[in-house]
């Protein structure tokens, strides 16, 4: 006799698993359309805040945002990345982009600190490369 069929799993918004998930959420972004990358990232983070890819989702967060020029949500959603994935390598990034948000918010002295941080937590990345820049040039 033949086997039952498997119960589908309780998942994701329309039933979607999480590389579908993630990848339409991706494409959302690659294609402008930043509110509904965010809106599909965090249905994303809801359902699989563990996966592999949950720290860039969290970091693409903060790119919607920080397309948008909503800085200060950018600074959170960046922030996120750090706390809650710390040994990432979008950690990096997140504290990069922090430190270019707060630029943006004439918050100067706080842009320079997420450099530092970059450059303190992974002074091996590209990110700490250009950390370095930004605080030469806001040292002029």
């Not at 918004?13 to 402008?32: F, K, V, W």
Request: proline share 6%.
């Amino acid at each position: 006799p033949a086997a039952p069929a498997p119960s589908a799993p309780v998942g994701p918004p329309g039933g979607m698993d999480a590389g579908r998930l993630y990848d339409t959420a991706m494409n959302d972004y690659l294609g402008g359309d930043f509110q509904l990358a965010i809106a599909g990232f965090e249905a994303y983070l809801r359902t699989y805040a563990t996966a592999p890819n949950a720290a860039q989702a969290q970091y693409y967060i903060g790119e919607s945002y920080f397309q948008l020029t909503r800085y200060q949500e950018a600074v959170t959603a960046y922030g996120r990345v750090i706390s809650d994935y710390p040994g990432a390598g979008a950690a990096a990034e997140a504290y990069y982009k922090q430190g270019q948000s707060f630029e943006r918010l004439k918050e100067i002295d706080r842009a320079r600190q997420a450099y530092e941080a970059v450059i303190k937590n992974f002074p091996e990345s590209n990110a700490a490369v250009f950390a370095k820049q930004r605080l030469e040039a806001l040292s002029k």
